[in-house]
């Protein structure tokens, strides 16, 4: 006999991972603060500490059974909020082009108009599929690189060559999932109004 593992979504608030994705949340404005003040060591350090509690909290959440409806939306928005807040950063000091960010920007603002659709429609935001997790994880790694980036020596060299194969690829692969929700998004559309 085969034991299928459930998974039980709860709407608890003060659950362990909910806690490590608000202390994430929390962390954005001094990451953001910490880059546009140059202090580099500190914006990593809190970055890396960002993606410990990252891994930290869904793997928590499911081995305690504490997938909750907040967790959903928590997650996601702190991740967004890191990417939003690194692509300011970066820009501002001129070590991200101007194209890159908008780039990335459009492809949240084209996202934030499919949730609006999704929910004038009475469904829930997409969930996070493999696409987009992998662009996320792509990003997540060519931002450091970049910051480290800027500066001169072999590290630095190294660094910016690492960190824009992995920002080419989040990019691409951000766009990738971004145009798989639209799809997704279409097709939801399409059959309300045939069932209509």
Do not use: C
């Not at 967004?80 to 949240?108: C, D, H, K, N, Q």
């Not at 084209?110 to 996320?136: D, E, S």
């Amino acid at each position: 006999m085969e034991v299928q593992e459930t998974r039980v979504q709860t709407d608890r608030v003060l659950t362990i991972p909910n806690i490590l994705s608000m202390a994430r949340l929390v962390g954005v404005p001094l990451f953001l603060w910490l880059i546009l003040t140059e202090q580099d060591g500190w914006a990593l350090f809190v970055l890396a500490l960002s993606g410990v509690s990252d891994y930290l909290d869904g793997k928590l959440a499911r081995r305690w059974n504490q997938i909750s409806n907040l967790g959903r939306l928590l997650d996601p928005a702190a991740d967004r909020l890191y990417i939003v807040s690194t692509l300011i950063g970066l820009t501002w000091r001129e070590i991200l082009p101007l194209w890159l960010t908008l780039a990335l920007f459009a492809r949240e603002l084209m996202l934030a108009v499919m949730v609006l659709i999704l929910r004038r429609h009475g469904y829930p935001p997409p969930q996070v599929n493999f696409l987009g997790k992998a662009a996320t994880f792509n990003l997540m790694y060519a931002f450091p690189l970049l910051l480290l980036s800027d500066g001169s020596g072999w590290l630095a060299w190294t660094a910016s060559v690492f960190g824009w194969a992995f920002a080419g690829w989040g990019t691409t692969l951000y766009w990738w999932a971004g145009i798989l929700y639209v799809v997704q998004v279409r097709r939801l559309v399409k059959a309300d109004a045939a069932a209509d």
